[in-house]
């Protein structure tokens, strides 16, 4: 076996805090089953970001990366600091930017969002996004402080900053993670964002569920909240589609399916995709969405102090896991759309680490 892998594109979901300000009811990091964030530093070390700047250096000269996203995460990342969060970003800038093509992008919860955020943010070119669930009601039946108080005003706010800046030229135009309410009507909560916070672009997602939380009542009323998401998208998108309105649930899946057989398809199967994520202490594990269902690969088994990205990729208990979530039943073989449903998974990971591809 090789010990090099080629990565065309690697994507790193950088846990830059496992602390937070606010205590969702839903939270899947820390009100999940896996504790192990109390095993790690609250904040990222700097000598762990020196680590990291190297170890993401070998990798992208070995593994011939030609681009690396870095999406820095939490807990809320902006508890970070924003001297310690700018020194950090310069660290990357000076070791990085003059070999491979780097992106930044940064998930929040919006609460701690000021002008001066806006201005990190626009001098680094970080492209930050905010979650938030819908109107003040149903925003603040979940997503509340460590006092038990909404915080859609707050949210709000911090995402208004960077709709402003957005306008003004200074930002990305911001994006909206948004957590599906089962009791609620998720068109009415997009018509929101459209209408009312002049947001377009928007992800739903799933709480993160067990399969003993889960019952029919619930599936079927998310699958008709999203029917009724893709609906109103739908009217909108007639008779053409509108790429200034993208909800990200429907655009990869329709592009997905414009795209099939073309030559454009057959070179993003060929391109080689890595998705993982590095915490505070510079462990190595699967994609964060995978932390409760798998707590067994979220260990400190590697580390970008002791490991290189190869030697990672290699773990036979990794591509085990790659290859039985991307292995099709026999029922799948024949179907049309097995390609985008990759065996139901597909449609509800965003991050997938393509290590079938190097099997």
């Known amino acids: 076996m090789s010990d090099t892998f080629k990565v065309d594109i690697l994507e790193v979901i950088l846990k830059i805090t496992e602390c937070c300000n606010i205590a969702c009811r839903y939270c899947y990091f820390f009100k999940g089953g896996n504790l192990d964030f109390n095993e790690r530093p609250k904040v990222i070390k700097k000598d762990t970001i ?10 992208v000269l070995t593994n011939h990366i030609k681009l690396l996203r870095l999406d820095l995460h939490g807990g809320e990342p902006l508890m970070m600091g924003k001297k310690r969060f700018v020194e950090m970003v310069e660290i990357f800038n000076y070791e990085l930017s003059n070999i491979v093509e780097l992106e930044y992008a940064l998930q929040s919860n919006g609460t701690l969002i000021d002008d001066e955020w806006v201005e990190i943010f626009s001098m680094h ?11 003040q009601v ?36 911001p994006g909206i993670i948004s957590v599906i309410n089962s009791n609620s009507d998720t068109n009415i909560i997009f018509r929101h964002f459209l209408n009312d916070l002049k947001i377009h672009y928007v ?4 709480m993160d569920l067990t399969l003993d939380q889960l019952n029919e009542k619930m599936i079927k009323k998310v699958s008709s909240n999203l029917l009724a998401v893709y609906n109103e ?15 990200r ?5 329709l592009r997905k399916l414009i795209l099939s057989g073309t030559e454009s398809d057959k070179k993003d ?13 510079g462990s190595l594990n699967p994609d964060d969405i995978l932390r409760n269902i798998y707590p067994h690969l979220f260990t400190n088994q590697y580390n970008i102090n002791k490991n290189t990205l190869s030697e990672y990729l290699s773990d036979k208990s990794l591509r085990e896991l790659y290859r039985k979530l991307f292995t099709l039943p026999q029922k799948c073989s024949e179907c049309g759309v097995k390609k985008i449903c990759k065996n139901g998974w597909g ?13």
Do not use: C
Request: no cysteine; proline share 1%.
């Open 50 to 59: 020196y680590s990291l700047a190297y170890f993401l250096k070998e990798a």
């Open 125 to 135: 070119n970080i492209a930050a996004s905010v979650s938030l669930d819908g109107d």
């Open 138 to 173: 149903i925003h603040d039946s979940n997503r509340i402080d460590k006092k038990g108080r909404g915080t859609y005003i707050r949210s709000t706010n911090g995402l208004q900053k960077l709709i402003n800046a957005a306008e003004n030229n200074k930002l990305t135009t």
């Open 203 to 206: 992800s739903f997602v799933e």
């Open 233 to 247: 998208w739908e009217k909108i998108n007639t008779p053409k589609i509108v790429d200034t309105i993208l909800v």
């Open 249 to 253: 649930n429907f655009n990869d899946i």
């Open 269 to 281: 199967e060929e391109r080689k995709y890595v998705a993982l994520t590095i915490r505070s202490d």
């Open 347 to 359: 449609l509800v990971l965003y991050h997938i680490v393509i290590v079938r591809k190097m099997i």
